[in-house]
């Protein structure tokens, strides 16, 4: 197929590979994935549409709404024939300002898809037995590491987490000795995980970050809770908390923050009272990998698992091949029990009131209503506008406007209802879909998925991105090309989609795919050694 209309009250088409000027287009129910009957109508571009870009099918007038995914997407500023190019330079968005919002829910269930069942007993329908793999049929689940607070870890890995950022340099040699010393050669070395009753550190990673002091208010609170969650985190077997000891960011009120900790396992000290930083830190890293060594991996249902979901660098082929794949994806582990995160608030701006329906109840609407005003105000107060957004490479991949990008992006959490809305740094308390409050940023939003307990992150892309959080950061190309250029950067390649490969083929590859990253399986960024942090800063810095 060389363009698909999305919804058949669309008037724009997206090209699925490039189209010269002068192609002859026919549009049919063969041309829309949702169209069950339509007579055959075709027209002649009258101009170049590279791939992922969107041509018009039907004369529109200047001022007219583009309507695609079955929605407005914004309104053109000139005339278009039909089979012209229709990109950022000829439409503008209908956003503006704060809305008002009411709660007009949805009956919600399951998309029709063979990859997806209503829940643990009615697990896969008839028509997917060919094509998912007995193990997730039957009894979907994963090997993992249990913790003694009862969370479940895919990795098993030490941690190193300077509290302020001037102690950086230590952290980062103390991870370079340490690895040295247990035969890990460079921070990107794994020691295989894979059976029980074989005892394994997966990593030993420091993440230095450029804050902890000259903070005041939300940036400093900010700061602790995102390095205090890490300390929780499952992923993490073992943590070495490093201070410096004049910090605004102090071990002690710190320690105090982090709460009930196992001490056999997270150890904390201060460089300025010890002689040497990094004989004593050596010395509490041999006492970690003690314990963490002699963690295995154990059988555990797929209800453990908590999956981050976010996009960047998107093209137009993103709403149309990955991200609807991490909406079944996302389905899929919610109807077993399982926990999905959304976040990119700016990225929900356009079709917030489709996310809005499908809260649970009106207390989660009237979170998700604060969600989208409190980060529009947020903008307002910066004196920034609203509503900037696609970036450049967003518009070089065919989005133009950010309802466009919204209504792709939030394709990633599927049909779900939503049951939780979490502030920034707030750590998981319910199983299903929730929403997390975080900006477009792709390492700031990821970081904050990882902080709020995901144990991945699952990444869509259209241009590429070699970055990992402190989690491991799965990339899902939106088209081949992408996955043929990157394959040190892409770890699965959902551009099939548009190459006729069916959905429902393509998830269960997925599902199967998301089960041994989560058993120990490495993703690009961690055999590549990329792994940062970003914590959302708001305001002055002394």
């Known amino acids: 197929m060389d363009f698909l209309q999305i919804?058949?009250?669309?008037?724009?088409?997206?090209?699925?590979r490039d189209l010269a000027e002068g192609t002859e287009i026919v549009i049919s129910s063969a041309a829309s994935s949702v169209i069950s009957s339509a007579a055959e109508k075709s027209l002649t571009l009258r101009a170049p549409i590279p791939a992922g870009h969107k041509f018009t099918l039907r004369d529109l007038a200047g001022g007219e709404d583009v309507i695609k995914y079955g929605y407005p997407i914004g309104h053109l500023t000139r005339a278009a024939a039909a089979g012209?190019?229709?990109?950022?330079?000829?439409?503008?968005?209908?956003?503006?300002?704060?809305?008002?919002?009411?709660?007009?829910?949805?009956?919600?269930?399951?998309?029709?898809?063979?990859?997806?069942?209503?829940?643990?007993?009615?697990?896969?329908?008839?028509?997917?037995?060919?094509?998912?793999?007995?193990?997730?049929?039957?009894?979907?689940?994963?090997?993992?590491?249990?913790?003694?607070?009862?969370?479940?870890?895919?990795?098993?890995?030490?941690?190193?987490?300077?509290?302020?950022?001037?102690?950086?340099?230590?952290?980062?040699?103390?991870?370079?000795?340490?690895?040295?010393?247990?035969?890990?050669?460079?921070?990107?070395?794994?020691?295989p995980s894979g059976s029980e009753g074989i005892s394994s550190v997966d990593?030993?990673?420091?993440?230095?970050?450029?804050?902890?002091?000259?903070?005041?208010?939300?940036?400093?609170?900010?700061?602790?809770?995102?390095?205090?969650?890490?300390?929780?985190?499952?992923?993490?077997g073992g943590v070495l908390v490093v201070g410096l000891g004049c910090e605004n960011n102090q071990l002690e009120a710190f320690r105090e923050k982090v709460g009930p900790m196992d001490e056999?396992?997270?150890?904390?000290?201060?460089?300025?009272?010890?002689?040497?930083?990094?004989?004593y830190g050596l010395k509490c890293l041999r006492e970690i990998y003690e314990m963490v060594s002699k963690d295995v991996r154990e059988e555990v249902p797929v209800s453990e698992l908590r999956v981050g979901l976010k996009c960047g660098g998107s093209d137009g082929l993103s709403g149309i091949t990955a991200n609807p794949l991490l909406g079944r994806f996302s389905d899929w582990l919610v109807a077993r029990g399982g926990t999905t995160v959304l976040t990119e608030v700016p990225e929900m701006f356009g079709a917030e009131t489709i996310l809005m329906n499908r809260c649970r109840d009106e207390a989660t609407f009237d979170k998700t209503v604060h969600l989208i005003n409190d980060f529009k105000e947020y903008f307002i107060k910066q004196g920034q506008p609203v509503y900037e957004n696609p970036s450049p490479g967003n518009k070089a991949g065919g989005i133009s406007t950010l309802e466009e990008k919204s209504l792709g992006c939030t394709q990633k959490c599927g049909t779900s209802a939503v049951i939780d809305v979490l502030r920034y740094g707030e750590m998981l308390k319910e199983k299903g879909l929730s929403l997390l409050s975080a900006p477009g940023n792709d390492l700031v939003a990821s970081t904050?998925?990882?902080?709020?307990?995901?144990?991945?992150?699952?990444?869509?892309?259209?241009?590429?991105?070699?970055?990992?959080?402190?989690?491991?950061?799965?990339?899902?190309?939106?088209?081949?090309?992408?996955?043929?250029?990157?394959?040190?950067?892409?770890?699965?390649?959902?551009?099939?989609?548009?190459?006729?490969?069916?959905?429902?083929?393509?998830?269960?590859?997925?599902?199967?795919?998301?089960?041994?990253?989560?058993s120990g399986e490495p993703v690009n960024n961690e055999k590549n050694g990329y792994r940062e942090i970003a914590i959302f800063k708001t305001g002055v810095t002394l």
């Open 7 to 16: 919804h058949p009250s669309d008037n724009v088409a997206v090209a699925l």
């Open 84 to 191: 012209i190019l229709v990109d950022h330079s000829c439409i503008k968005t209908n956003l503006s300002g704060l809305l008002e919002y009411t709660y007009n829910p949805v009956e919600i269930s399951p998309r029709d898809t063979s990859c997806l069942g209503r829940d643990d007993k009615t697990v896969i329908s008839s028509a997917a037995s060919s094509v998912i793999s007995s193990a997730a049929e039957k009894s979907p689940s994963f090997k993992g590491f249990r913790r003694s607070d009862g969370q479940v870890g895919v990795r098993n890995e030490i941690w190193i987490i300077p509290t302020v950022g001037c102690v950086n340099g230590i952290c980062q040699q103390l991870a370079e000795e340490f690895r040295r010393e247990i035969g890990f050669a460079a921070a990107s070395s794994v020691i």
């Open 203 to 236: 990593a030993v990673v420091a993440f230095p970050h450029n804050y902890g002091c000259s903070q005041l208010g939300d940036d400093h609170e900010n700061t602790r809770t995102i390095l205090a969650d890490m300390v929780h985190h499952p992923n993490a």
């Open 264 to 279: 056999r396992r997270v150890k904390m000290f201060v460089t300025q009272k010890v002689e040497d930083e990094i004989g």
């Open 448 to 518: 904050a998925l990882a902080s709020a307990g995901c144990q991945i992150v699952l990444f869509t892309t259209g241009r590429g991105t070699p970055f990992g959080s402190f989690v491991p950061t799965m990339k899902i190309s939106t088209n081949t090309p992408l996955y043929e250029k990157k394959p040190g950067w892409i770890d699965f390649n959902a551009g099939v989609i548009a190459e006729d490969t069916p959905m429902d083929e393509c998830t269960a590859k997925f599902i199967d795919y998301v089960l041994r990253v989560a």
